[in-house]
Structure formats: structure tokens, C-alpha cells
């Protein structure tokens, strides 16, 4: 069985094993920590087992960000990304932030198109550049 969930920080925390289990082996052993400092993860659980999910991290009133959008390679395609990006919205709409951004990949062109049907807009003349950890 298929369920979609939304987990607020007191969800987030009582749940952290679920959760790294399925970002850990993607991303580092630290991860707990992303994890405890995001408002919310959005999360599709399967059989007991997280098979999509993406986080959000706010400060609350300016800026919030959608980051770390995964679905298991053998689970893509059926709809669950699409699902999770809605429920991602629902929490910015509540949250209410002013600037709500999600980063895509210029290497997967139809992710851009994915995310502008949802409702987001590029920025003509804005780019966001980075300054990555040594
Ligand atoms: C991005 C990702 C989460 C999408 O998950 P998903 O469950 O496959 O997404 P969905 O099935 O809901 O598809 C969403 C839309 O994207 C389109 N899409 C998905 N994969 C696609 C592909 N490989 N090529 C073209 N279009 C694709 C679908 O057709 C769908 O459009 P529609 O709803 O208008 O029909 C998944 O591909 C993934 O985990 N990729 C690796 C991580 C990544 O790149 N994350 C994004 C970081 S910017």
C-alpha cells in the first residue's frame, strides 16, 4: 500500500530512522542533521518504506526552499514526484513565504517544465551561482 505524508519538525524527529533510510545511502551519514533542521518532509512510504521524499527548509517568513526531490529509480513514472512537488506547495502555502524556489537540472530539461506546471516561474536574467564548500 501506497500512503502520502507530510511530516512536521516533531514528525521529522520521531521518524528519523525511516527517513535515513532512504536519504543516508543517497546523500551522507549525516544527513540526521538536514533532516532535523528542515520544517517539513514530504514523503510517499510504501510497504513501510519510504520510496520518494523532499524536504523543505524556511526561515520562516522571506525564503523557503524545496531541496533533495528523490523518487526510487524503479518507482519513477508513476506520478509520485508530481505528487510530492503538490504536497511541497501545500506547505509553502502554509508557511507563506514570499520567495519559494526549487533548483533544477539543466542536463534533464523536462524537469524544468515539470516544476513550471506546478506553478513555478523562471526569473528572466537570474541566475543563482553558488559558493560550494571547500
Ligand atoms: C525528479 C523525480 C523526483 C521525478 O519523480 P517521478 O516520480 O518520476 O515523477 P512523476 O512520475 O510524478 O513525473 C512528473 C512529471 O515529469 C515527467 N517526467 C518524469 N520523468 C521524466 C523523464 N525521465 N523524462 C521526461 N519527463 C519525465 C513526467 O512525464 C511527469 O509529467 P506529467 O505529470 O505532466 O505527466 C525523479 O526523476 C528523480 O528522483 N530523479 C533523480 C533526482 C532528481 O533529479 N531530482 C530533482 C533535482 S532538481
Known sequence: MKEFKIFK????LDNMDLLMDF???RYDSNYNIA????SHVCCC???GKIVG???LITDYCSHTSIVDLVV???KRRNGIGRRLMEDAIKCILELNTYYNNISTDP????LKDFYESLGFKSRENYFT????KE
Open 9 to 12: 519538525k516533531e514528525d521529522i
Open 23 to 25: 536519504y543516508a545511502k
Open 35 to 38: 533532516l532535523k533542521n528542515s
Open 45 to 47: 512510504i510504501e510497504d
Open 53 to 55: 521524499a523532499c524536504r
Open 72 to 74: 526510487d529509480r524503479e
Open 107 to 110: 542536463k534533464n530539461p523536462w
Open 129 to 132: 551561482l553558488t559558493y560550494p
